[in-house]
């Protein structure tokens, strides 16, 4: 079983609408990581959430962590065709040296 | 600065075979960290070098081995390859390798098919 739930497994979206995806974990998050795929590639880095309560924004895409640190969210503002890709969580579960726990990923389908 | 880099990018070996992937972090970066990643396990942490020093290890089997050098570069190596070894092998670059206030960035990857 994945340590760190992620939720929906994918969504397709209207172009210019908004998404939500949810990262979950039973234990602490030590560093919360969101990165993003395309098929077969690298992990772009988006962002990094290290406080409860600590939120981020970048461009359309903002992030936050949850006051108890076991939850994470990603909200996509007005949805474009380059948001479309595979959606990543990851953190340290234990504050254990390189070592990210990653979610199972959720696809993101931008539809025109 | 420039980015993570890995090669080669895609490799196509038989089982039986050895294969050493290479990887390079972020200029300053000391700590490199490898992911397997499947379709079936996602992304599997292998292992952890820092300052040439296994600091942290997957649960993978004895195969699979990685070494860095004092210029921070990185190389994993999997012997007696089996079709199961087929993954996207991912490496991660960062300053001191700790999952707080220490962001992890990957390079693109090097695609491996065992045949």
């Known amino acids: 079983s994945q340590e760190l739930e992620q939720s929906p497994q994918s969504l397709i979206v209207q172009e210019g609408k908004n998404l939500t995806i949810n990262c979950t974990s039973s234990k602490t998050l030590y560093g919360l990581y969101w990165y993003k795929q395309k098929y077969g590639e690298g992990l772009i880095f988006l962002m990094m959430?290290?406080?409860?309560?600590e939120e981020k924004s970048h461009e359309k895409i903002t992030a936050k962590l949850d006051e108890k640190k076991q939850q994470s969210s990603l909200h996509i503002t007005a949805s474009q065709p380059s948001h479309a890709g595979i959606y990543l969580c990851g953190a340290g579960l234990t504050d254990s040296w390189g070592k990210l726990q990653f979610g199972a990923g959720t696809q993101v389908v931008v539809t025109p | 600065k420039a980015g993570v880099t890995q090669t080669p990018r895609y490799l196509i070996k038989t089982r039986g075979q050895q294969v050493t992937l290479s990887c390079s972090p972020i200029s300053g970066h000391r700590s490199v960290s490898w992911y397997q990643q499947t379709p079936g396990q996602g992304l599997q942490f292998l292992f952890e070098y820092f300052s040439e020093t296994q600091r942290n290890k997957g649960n993978f089997p004895g195969r699979f081995s990685g070494r860095q050098f004092s210029n921070s570069r990185s190389e994993m190596n999997v012997s007696t390859l089996e079709l199961g070894d087929s993954a996207l092998y991912l490496c991660?670059?960062?300053?001191?390798?700790?999952?707080?206030?220490?962001?992890?960035?990957f390079g693109p990857g090097t695609r491996l098919t065992v045949l």
């Open positions: 991660a670059s960062s300053f001191s390798g700790g999952a707080t206030y220490n962001e992890q960035f």
């Open positions: 959430l290290q406080k409860g309560g």
